[in-house]
């Protein structure tokens, strides 16, 4: 055997190990070894892999981490239509559903597999010579988006089959979701980024799933459930459960529950017991479905242009409850935004205690005609906050009262106004308590300005007391004023104490030389989020340039203007090229800092589509539009005008040459004066971007001894290829 042979023996057998590691701990939920021991082995192959690039293979583990982002999704036909299911609604139409199948197949009998439907988003995998080849979207049923790289990411999806013989081709059907705790600790995060949070789930793996760089995909809680087979060549089932089973023994994940029944009163039977289970479910359910069970009579009983005959889904009926409307108060949150709550006669919905729905906005209340004293109907559907659907008007009295929504604050006093385009009534007053009280937790927290044991309730006391109308005010306290701060009540005293106030006095102190990054996301800009606030501050220099970006200005610009000048390509072609020209040297301008990236689409070259995000690098317009109308308004200006009274100028921390400017890398083979992940630093230290794979979106292939693959790729897409001390020389120029 030679050193190669034995190297790509070493290879395979590390492949399969993590793999059978992966399986292990995605799917058996049985781990035989430690997160390090697995990371260990992961290491070393990624090592090997850098290190004999030609000897990588196409199903290795390390593809999971994700590679260069895309420029779009391709557009592939599938081998076989993908269907959807026609639905019923209640156990009479799935004994309706029975008898065309009797009238269809009247000298057969056969069985029913009944399992849950999960709502997520369809996928199509295909396997060839038990290889994953290609996973494509449903898309129209016809043709699917090709999001292979995306689906690579997801550690439970087998990149090869486990199976002994893989069959030729084994096309499978299932469900891509987003694992439900993992969604509720993702909107956490965004959040707290300052990102909307994603509406359900389903969303956010449709979400997840459209994004273009599958490296930000590896982060999302992705799985995936399998249920039915497309094209089939080498390997055969005789029944739905055989195809299950097998599915399950080859690695792909099926349904946590599902029974093969004979006969289709048992199958209603069971309808509630698995409804009764979707709780213990890690993905959403949103039905049952029913399937016959004896594949070979899927060819005679066919299909319909939308969906087949041998399975049918059934919608349960979403949980509702009537109850009485009490009162209707109104909350005001951060941006001081005021959403009218219904507080409901406690009603049992889905086996939880409802005591409170949520009614919008005053549109919505006026849309229902929801009044004081009705009696409602609120539902619950899925993990969505209860809602009411409805008046049950039969059941007036005619003592309700119509509603009207505050004119003044709830919380402050101020009159409420409402902005032009908006639905939602807002509280102008930026010293009102009730937006005070977020905007100064926000300000205090670890990723902002870090005041240790500022939160919480010393927060409420201080806004409570007077003592601190706006974040700012923090620094006007004193550790004697603190001390003896009162947490408690004037009749049950209880003080902060020395050693809180030293500590408080002690973060306030540090968070002055904080960062300009920390200083930028404390001050609670809507829509700017922690990375944002990092990346604008490594383009700036202190707050007050931020205030003037130039940068900001030309990302808001280039939007609207390239909106505004659209009619103008038929009314005046030459204005209109004028334009173009000016709108154009600000993309560039874009572009040279590091954020934006030009399309090469020809197309769309006269117009801002051309210059799209890299990577998640640098904001988009609507942040940068609110980054500048926040350090403009009121609350801004102040803001400024305090700091530089108390001396704090934040600055941004050591800032890193940007000579490489966001262009993307790719290092292979062996470099001749240091390590690939030398380099790798090298390059991100001064603006660059370290891909794994060359793509016509790479910029450089920093190419060493042996280069393999990677190096024949770049060559064939006129991709520059340089040398580390080509590499250097870049460098050098700053
Ligand atoms: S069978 C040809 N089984 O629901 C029929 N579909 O509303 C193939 N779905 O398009 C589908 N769970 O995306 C099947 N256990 C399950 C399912 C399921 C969810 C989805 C699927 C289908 C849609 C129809």
């Not at 005001?332 to 205690?353: D, F, H, K, N, Y």
């Not at 923090?474 to 603190?482: C, H, I, R």
């Not at 954020?595 to 801002?608: F, L, N």
Request: net charge negative; charged share 25%; with cysteine.
């Amino acid at each position: 055997m030679t050193d190669a042979d034995k190297i790509k023996e070493e290879m395979r057998w590390l492949e399969a190990e993590i793999e059978r590691h992966n399986r292990l701990y995605y799917q058996d939920a049985m781990p035989e070894i430690s997160d390090y021991e697995y990371d260990q082995q992961l290491k070393k192959l990624e090592a090997l892999e850098a290190a004999h690039p030609e000897l990588a293979s196409g199903t290795s583990p390390s593809l999971r981490v994700g590679g260069a982002p895309l420029d779009g999704f391709e557009s592939v036909a599938h081998a076989q239509p993908m269907k959807s299911l026609s639905n019923t609604y209640n156990k009479g139409e799935l004994v309706e559903f029975d008898e065309r199948i009797r009238r269809l197949l009247p000298d057969h009998s056969f069985s029913y597999v009944l399992e849950p439907k999960i709502d997520g988003v369809a996928i199509s995998l295909r396997y060839e010579n038990g290889v994953l080849v290609q996973a494509l979207t449903r898309g129209d049923g016809v043709t699917g988006d090709n999001v292979t790289a995306n689906i690579r990411t997801i550690q439970s999806i087998p990149l090869r089959l486990q199976v002994t013989e893989p069959p030729a081709v084994l096309e499978v059907r299932g469900e891509i979701y987003m694992d439900k705790s993992g969604f509720a600790a993702l909107n956490v995060q965004r959040q707290e980024d300052g990102l909307e949070p994603f509406a359900n789930p389903r969303n956010a793996c449709a979400g997840s799933l459209k994004q273009l760089d599958s490296k930000l995909v590896a982060k999302r809680p992705l799985d995936g459930i399998f249920y039915a087979a497309g094209e089939l060549d080498g390997v055969s089932f005789d029944t739905h459960a055989d195809l299950l089973s097998y599915l399950k023994d080859a690695g792909l994940k099926t349904a946590p529950k599902y029974w093969r029944v004979d006969g289709i009163e048992l199958v209603n039977s069971l309808l509630d017991d698995l409804y009764a289970q979707r709780e213990s479910f890690p993905f959403e359910m949103d039905g049952a479905v029913i399937k016959v069970n004896e594949r070979h009579l899927y060819e005679q009983l066919g299909s319909t242009a939308k969906s087949p005959r041998w399975a049918v889904a059934y919608k349960y009926a979403p949980e509702q409850a009537q109850t009485r409307l009490l009162e209707i108060t109104v909350q005001v949150g951060r941006t001081g935004v005021l959403t009218p709550v219904a507080e409901l006669e406690a009603v049992q919905l889905s086996g939880t205690t409802v005591r409170r729905a949520t009614l919008h906005n005053a549109e919505e209340i006026e849309r229902k005609d929801v009044r004081v004293g009705d009696i409602v109907v609120v539902e619950k559907a899925g993990e969505i906050i209860p809602a009411v659907v409805r008046v049950v008007t039969e059941k007036r009295t005619g003592d309700e009262l119509p509603f009207q929504m505050p004119q003044a604050c709830p919380v402050c006093g101020s009159e409420v106004e409402r902005r032009d385009g908006e639905v939602a009534i807002r509280c102008p007053n930026l010293q009102c308590p009730a937006q005070l009280k977020t905007w100064l937790e926000h300000f205090v927290s670890r990723d902002a300005l870090d005041i240790e044991g500022a939160g919480g309730i010393v927060c409420d006391k201080l806004i409570e007391a007077g003592l601190v109308t706006s974040p700012m005010d923090l620094f006007t306290l004193t550790s004697e004023q603190l001390d003896t701060f009162n947490l408690g009540s004037a009749d049950a005293p209880r003080m902060l104490g020395a050693k809180n106030a030293v500590k408080i006095i002690g973060s306030l102190q540090k968070a002055k030389t904080k960062p300009l990054a920390n200083w930028l996301f404390a001050m609670g800009i809507p829509k700017l989020g922690k990375v944002g606030a990092q990346n604008i501050a490594e383009k700036h220099d202190s707050l007050n340039d931020v205030a003037l970006s130039a940068i900001l200005d030309d990302i808001v610009k280039l939007n609207e203007r390239a909106e505004a000048i659209k009619p103008l390509k038929k009314e005046d072609p030459v204005a209109y090229e004028k334009e173009c020209d000016a709108l154009e040297e600000m993309g560039d301008r874009l572009v040279a800092i590091g954020w934006y990236k030009k399309s090469a689409s020809r197309s769309q070259t006269r117009t801002m589509a051309k210059y799209t995000l890299i990577n998640q690098q640098g904001v988009g317009s609507k942040t940068a539009a609110s980054v500048l109308e926040f350090m403009n308004s009121e609350r801004g200006v102040k803001m400024l005008a305090q700091m530089a009274s108390y001396d704090i100028t934040p600055r941004t921390e050591q800032k890193s040459s940007a000579v490489l400017n966001g262009k993307s890398f790719v290092i292979t083979g062996t470099l001749p004066g240091m390590g690939r992940s030398e380099a790798s630093k090298l390059i991100v230290q001064h603006g660059g971007i370290v891909s794994s794979s060359v793509s016509k979106n790479t910029d450089y292939l920093l190419a060493g001894e042996k280069a393999g693959s990677k190096l024949k790729k770049a060559e064939s897409l006129g991709v520059n290829v340089i040398s580390e001390s080509e590499l250097m020389a870049m460098i050098a120029e700053s």
